[in-house]
């Protein structure tokens, strides 16, 4: 239980007490005090009494012996002060625990979050940084805290377009194919299918057609889909590694995995009388989602032709999650423009009885990335940003700031966890929901809330120890808390729980970044006013236990993130 949590726990017995049943106290951080309790007011005007008697009557009632003070201010706040040995003794608890005095969850869920999702036979590309990035900052908070989780790489790879490349593949010949694979240029033999599917309509028949004979499992298409597949995979894990990501090739679950539950699904759905014919297309239509002529708006399953929708694979997707994987919570990191298309497959899936209470299916929707013109970034030329082109710029431009002195093994290392940690957090530390600039000068910054700067915190911190060649105590009775840089240090460091718990619900990662920066400048002001090494006796091992357990929590935070802590710089 963090302190929050405690002062919360203290303070509803005594608020029951005055309300004859259960009142929130709304507890929070204030700058006037330690904590600022905000409940008094409304349940004032619910006894209709002055708010101030029933502040006096709360404290009356409260048991905060040994743990804090409590004065009211203003109409009927109450404003806290945690004592100081409160504060000791609770830091050193959690300087003891690995975990940092955060339990593992004791009902935990099964998460499959659905995140990065390239499409074969196509380069990544900026537009994929944020939901990879974002969604494995969510499965490594998750997994942490000892949730399920099922990383859930949704590839496109079915459809229209593996008509179109397996037909330019057939159009080639087995020489001409296997050379086009071998060159290893997805994105040129995608722009060269596209740019036939486009000028010539007797291809593009061809290829509609091959789609259908591909979904029928037509050998010698499925083997061309399968090489396709293949070079697609080996090219999307060397980004992953790149980027420093936990997606594996067991991670992998594309589209055409669901095919053979593509008819059971039309199927099921026609016997559960959601499915419609128009035309000969075959539909579902979500209550309440209608088009700006009040008309109710479809998920296509079966296009006229046969073939499946993508909607019919969004839908079969939902239901083997929570039908077969028996999820508890679903999780869809995708972009902000997609946030109706989910919902009316969320909502079908609801109307089919696949998402019940206490299920549930979020849409974990982002921004875009902008150039400085504030427009979607794009490269001088105009083109599309390739992912693996950014990551390999951000590296160079961290390796130009390390200083000569630094090893070359090591350096590229540094330069490695310093680039691809400031790409990660400017994304991270941005609301996801809206949209940022992206600016090299700020993310690579030694100033302000950047990773670097929090590496940079991280190894300062170590260095204190390399320097006085010593530990911290492992197992710390107490921790001394007189000066207030020291105070203020502890009530961030003991906040990291409850930012942990918050952030696993909202998946608004920006408020860890935002705890995180907090952490490192509160350090900086502890440092400058408590001297560590020049100090001696309890008072030394006690600062020493404030140094250590602020770079664990620098280190885990940052680790949650997805974001490396090199221990020199």
């Known amino acids: 239980m963090n302190l929050e949590e405690l002062l919360t726990e203290r303070l509803a017995r005594a608020f029951e007490a005055v ?42 009632h409260a048991d905060l012996d040994g743990l804090a003070t409590a ?55 900026v537009g994929h940084l944020r939901s990879t990035v974002i969604g494995d900052a969510a499965a490594r908070l998750l997994s942490w805290l000892g949730h399920d989780v099922i990383r859930a790489n949704h590839l496109g790879d079915w459809g229209t377009p593996f008509g179109m490349l397996i037909e330019h593949l057939l159009d080639l010949g087995d020489a001409g194919a296997a050379h086009e694979l071998s060159v290893g240029d997805l994105s040129g033999l995608y722009q060269a299918a596209r740019l036939k599917f486009d000028d010539d309509e007797d291809f593009a028949e061809r290829a ?41 090739s067991e991670d992998f679950r594309g589209e055409s995995f669901y095919n053979d ?98 299920v549930t299916a979020t849409h974990v929707g982002f921004g875009s990335v902008l150039g400085p013109d504030g427009k979607m970034l794009r490269t001088r030329a105009g083109g599309t940003v390739k992912l ?30 310093v680039g691809i940690g400031a790409v990660k957090y400017a994304d991270l530390s941005t609301d996801r929901v809206k949209d940022y600039v992206f600016d090299w000068d700020r993310m690579l910054a030694f100033e302000g809330n950047t990773a670097p700067y929090l590496q940079y915190a991280h190894t300062r911190i170590r260095s ?35 930012v942990v718990h918050e ?28 001297p560590v090494l020049r100090s001696a006796g309890e008072v030394r091992d006690s600062r020493l236990v404030l140094c250590d357990l602020t770079a664990r929590t620098l280190a885990r935070g940052l680790d949650l993130l997805g974001i490396a802590t090199p221990d020199r710089m």
């Open 71 to 125: 004065a009211i201010s203003g109409p009927g706040y109450i404003n806290l002060r945690v004592a100081d040995t409160a504060l000791g003794a609770l830091l050193a608890t959690i300087a003891a625990d690995e975990r940092l005095g955060v339990p593992r969850v004791a009902d935990p869920d099964i998460v499959p979050i659905d995140y990065s999702a390239p499409n074969v036979a196509k380069e990544m590309h």
């Open 388 to 417: 693996v082109e950014l990551l390999d710029e951000a590296v160079s431009r961290a390796e130009n700031m390390i200083g000569p002195d630094v090893e070359p093994d090591a350096r590229a290392e540094l330069a490695r966890a």
């Open 503 to 530: 952030v696993a619900e909202s998946l608004r990662f920006h408020k860890l970044t935002t705890y995180l920066y907090g952490v490192a400048t509160a350090f900086t002001r502890f440092y400058e006013h408590c």
């Open 208 to 248: 509609r057609e091959r789609v259908v004979v591909l979904q029928s499992g037509d050998e010698a298409t499925l083997a061309l889909w399968r090489r396709l597949v293949t070079e697609s995979e080996r090219y999307f894990l060397s980004v992953y590694d790149k980027l420093g990501v936990t997606l594996t």
């Open 261 to 358: 539950r593509l008819e059971p699904l039309v199927e099921e759905l026609d016997h559960l009388g959601l499915l419609r014919v128009s035309g000969r297309t075959r539909c579902v239509f979500p209550a309440g989602f209608v088009n700006r002529d009040e008309e109710p708006m479809p998920i296509i399953v079966r296009k006229r032709d046969g073939g499946f929708g993508y909607g019919a694979t969004d839908l079969a997707t939902i239901r083997y999650r929570t039908q077969e994987l028996k999820a508890t919570r679903l999780l869809y990191v995708v972009g902000l423009p997609q946030r109706q298309h989910f919902e009316m497959v969320y909502q079908t899936a609801r109307e089919a009885g696949w998402l019940a209470d206490p």
């Open 19 to 60: 309300a004859g049943d259960a009142a929130d106290p709304v507890v929070r951080r204030s700058t006037h005090a330690d904590f600022q309790v905000d409940g008094v007011l409304p349940l004032a005007r619910r006894l209709g009494r002055p708010p101030r008697d029933v502040a006096a009557d709360v404290l009356l």
């Open 464 to 498: 204190i120890f390399r320097k006085g060649g010593m530990s911290a105590p492992r197992e710390p009775q107490t921790v001394i808390v007189t000066e207030d840089a020291e105070r203020a240090l502890a009530l961030q460091l003991l906040a990291f729980g409850g």
